[in-house]
């Protein structure tokens, strides 16, 4: 048995020859079939099974040679079905691969299957992709929530299936699912990796992310990924590529870390309060020095509405070519192109997505402009400026990943349409912050509750990758919640 183990654990056994990709890839696709969490939209058993079997000769300095991993089925994948969870895309095969899943390749890493997410990435729910609601692997009840949008990535990752997946982070969507799963998820700096290939949603806001079990492998997939790609992404950064592997050394003598007062104070779950005292307690025996500082409530308070308008309003502009026309299947009888494009994106689009794109072409209207779009721009402005302001001090911020260990489905959806009270506003939504202003952000475990885990997010300065991963990597050092799984709690 194979499953369970870090990219770094499984490199060792294939350089030593004592399992090839090939039989590390049947394994996976065979756990694959046998996962209870409705997790998969698509199994890429006879791709994944021919690449397997022409690596034969391991490449000793190449970590990802012969790793198979998922990746969230918002990614163009060329001659595999991709349907971003939308029934109006569920016979789209691109004919062009995303540049990170080209990059995967070159480093000969195994796709073996696509995963679920909520929806064209929207929502966080993990309840609104075509094929129904994902679960959380760790509670076999069905009770509570794993989150989104990155659901099934998360879920697979936990079940130790893969060692490693690809997700997509727009508010939290793969900070949020990494704390209910118990995984490394991590969110470099806006630009740091090509979104070439993956559908937008907000890309002012969108990241390419992924989760890991182990904040090692999280430093490793970043030298693959990261890399300019102008030729196909102008947004794309073109800073070198750091060794982020070599800055992993745990020692945070001269750090400042803040924790910011009105988070704090808006968390309910005392178990997540002492699970941050227990981080402030690593951070400070690895050296560093950790305070309490402010932040605007009224500012922490705008993050959700800024962020639904602004993601709603660009939402709708990049989903209008999915009319039935040069996207999406025809539905009904037309006697029109009106026609057509009205039935396919009334049946091609889940209640949920379709309230999103009302509000996206609300704000958008010229005599709303002013009032809500241009609005929430300013506020978001303020919110990037008083972070920065915080990290002209500080060298991070941490943050719980959310209010409570388990989040059930009893509860509300999160969509905007939820009446929700200030303090769950302010600390279910924070981590938006960081898409906001394009900053490295990371969740790691930081405890388990009666066998569930949670997690604490640490944000620093753009492009500070290196010391995003050390500071998570002093934790996981301190605390000892490495490669945590399912099969390891069961």
Partial sequence: MYLGKTVEELHELLVSKKVTPLELTKEAIEALKKEETNAIETICEKEALEFAATLVEPEVDNLFWGIPYVAKDNFSTKDILTTASSEILKDYVPVYDATVITKLKEAKAVLIAKSTLDELAMGGTGTTGHK?????????????KIGGSSCGSASLTAQGIVPFALGSDTGDSVRKPASYAGLVGFKPTWGRISRYGLFPFAPSLDHVAYF???????????????????????????????????????????????????????????????GLDKVQKALEEAGATVEEVNFDQKLLAAVYPAYMIISCAEATSNNANLDGIKFGPRVGEASSYQDVMMNARTNGFSELIRRRFVIGSYSLFKANQEELFLRAQKVRRLIVNKTNEILSQYDAILTPCGGIVRNPFASNSDDVSDRLDIHTIIVEN???IGNFGGFPSISVPMGLDNGFPFACNIMTKVFTEKETLNIAYAIEKKLGLKNLSTMEVK
């Fill in 132 to 144: 129904g609601t994902t679960y959380n692997p760790y509670d076999p009840t069905h009770t509570y």
């Fill in 212 to 274: 890991t079990r182990s904040v090692k492998d999280s430093a490793a997939l970043l030298e693959v990924l990261a890399g300019e790609d102008l030729a196909h992404d102008a947004t794309c950064s073109v800073k070198p590529v750091e060794k982020y592997t070599e800055g992993l050394t745990g020692d945070l003598k001269g750090k400042k870390i803040a924790r910011i007062k009105e988070i704090d104070e808006s968390v309910k779950d005392k178990v997540i309060l002492e």
């Fill in 430 to 432: 924070h981590l938006g």
